[in-house]
């Protein structure tokens, strides 16, 4: 883990410019957003998630997740199938400003073309050298 800022980046995952992490499980990925992302939003109170079985595509909305600040869209980092849906956050939104890259994923999806929609996400490296870039230009 690295901190850029105030903001904590973990290795072995995959970053998107819309703040949301990907991390490659046993051929499925796990998906939620970033450090960065809830501490922006503030207190996280409702987050309104796609179903099992829905399917996302990457760099189109799968759901949203409103703040006491404002309303967001989640940005889907891969496309491919939801097979699972954090329930935890639904009953309990402000996991995911305690826990961001824990419990407080999102969902777990069976991609389509992870091998080509990777090359697409920024390695842990180049989300460092990114996130100095966007905190430096605030």
Do not use: C
Request: no cysteine; net charge negative.
């Amino acid at each position: 883990m690295v901190k850029v800022d105030d903001y904590e980046i973990l290795e072995g995952l995959y970053y998107s410019k819309d703040w949301a992490w990907v991390k490659v499980e046993d051929g499925k990925v796990r998906v939620g957003i970033t450090d960065y992302a809830q501490k922006q939003l503030k207190e996280i109170v409702f987050t309104e998630l796609p179903n099992v079985g829905d399917e996302v595509v990457q760099g189109e909305p799968y759901g949203t997740v409103e703040s006491v600040k404002s309303v967001s869209d989640l940005v889907s980092p891969i496309s491919g199938k939801v097979e699972e849906v954090n329930e935890e956050v639904s009953g309990n939104p402000h996991i995911i400003n305690e826990d961001p890259y824990g419990e407080g994923w999102l969902i777990v999806v069976s991609p389509s073309n992870l091998d080509e929609e990777l090359k697409n996400l920024m390695t842990f490296e180049e989300a460092v050298e990114w996130y100095k870039k966007v905190i430096e230009e605030g």
